[in-house]
């Protein structure tokens, strides 16, 4: 079952569920305000649209269309973002690839621009920085490109999770509202010895190589909010080892940079560092909660 969560997502919603074929579709809708929910309604009315009365974010909507397919009695699960649509029978190759390589946990196609003309920006930038473009390059120059590459992280644009996975790694951590999430699963998916893969022969599109984005500025609400957003990937990591001992050297570090900024009359940056002090302090328990929850078995 194709699980799609949407929020205002009017501008790609008809191209992303055409694209869904004859799959069953449930779309998690988080109060969107542009029409989304009529249009599906009136267009669609054979996906099952579950409304919500406010945006719960990323993961937590996904967790309930995931629930759903699980009643559904589904025995794969495929996440697809609102902005992205399936090609050239993309499903039916990730799942004949999962059922031949039961060892991965989560598989994605290769995502491609919205205009088609190459790889997604930040699907590349996966690749290289994992060094599986290195790979890819060798065999295709070789002309034996393998059907599954190995990569510790890809985002959660395009997912199939068969039912084994959810079994034993659960759904999306409560920790994280919208951004980061996926990281975290990625992250819990390896600490269960399950693999991540990508797949050249299955394609989707990601509908965003035209979207602006705006620089982050030092010290604005934007630069804390990816600060927070990065410290919990970080910190909620199951694979981290030593998490107290370093939660708190970490601490004890920003304390001593706010005093040497003090010190040397840098008040802004002196500010900057008391002011992640507070963040990260403040997040100990529910780091420590998603730490005890996510490493537990769930079968």
């Given at each position: 079952m194709i699980v799609i969560v949407t929020y205002n997502g009017l501008k790609w919603i008809d191209k992303c569920l055409q694209s869904c074929g004859d799959f069953p579709v449930v779309v998690v809708?988080?109060?969107s305000l542009d029409g989304t929910i009529d249009f599906i309604k009136l267009n669609y009315p054979k996906v099952h649209l579950i409304e919500q009365d406010k945006n719960l974010g990323f993961g937590q909507a996904n967790n309930i269309g995931i629930s759903y397919a699980l009643n559904q009695e589904a025995h794969y699960v495929f996440l697809l973002n609102q902005d992205a649509y399936l090609t050239d029978n993309c499903l039916n190759r990730l799942i004949k690839i999962q059922q031949n390589n039961t060892e991965y946990g989560i598989l994605s196609p290769f995502h491609y621009k919205g205009s088609f003309t190459g790889l997604?920006?930040?699907?590349?930038?996966?690749?290289?920085?994992?060094?599986?473009?290195?790979?890819?390059?060798?065999?295709?120059?070789?002309?034996?490109?393998?059907?599954?590459?190995?990569?510790?992280f890809v985002n959660a644009a395009g997912w199939l999770i068969p039912k084994r996975t959810l079994e034993s790694v659960g759904y999306f951590d409560s920790l994280f509202f919208h951004y980061g999430e996926d990281r975290n699963y990625c992250q819990r998916v390896l600490y269960h010895n399950m693999k991540i893969g990508i797949v050249p022969e299955a394609k989707m599109i990601h509908d965003r190589e035209f979207?602006?984005?705006?620089p982050v500025l030092k010290y604005s609400e934007e630069y804390y909010d990816e600060y927070l957003r990065y410290a919990k990937i970080k910190w909620a990591d199951i694979n981290l080892k030593g998490f107290d001992d370093g939660f708190y050297e970490h601490l004890k570090k920003l304390q001593l940079d706010y005093f040497k900024h003090l010190f040397k009359l840098k008040f802004k940056d002196g500010k900057d560092s008391f002011k992640k002090y507070k963040i990260l302090k403040s997040l100990y328990l529910s780091f420590k909660e998603s730490r005890e929850r996510n490493s537990n078995k769930f079968q």
């Open positions: 809708d988080n109060n997604d920006d930040n699907f590349v930038m996966y690749m290289s920085r994992y060094k599986v473009s290195r790979d890819y390059i060798f065999d295709a120059n070789e002309g034996n490109i393998k059907e599954v590459y190995s990569i510790p979207r602006e984005v705006k």
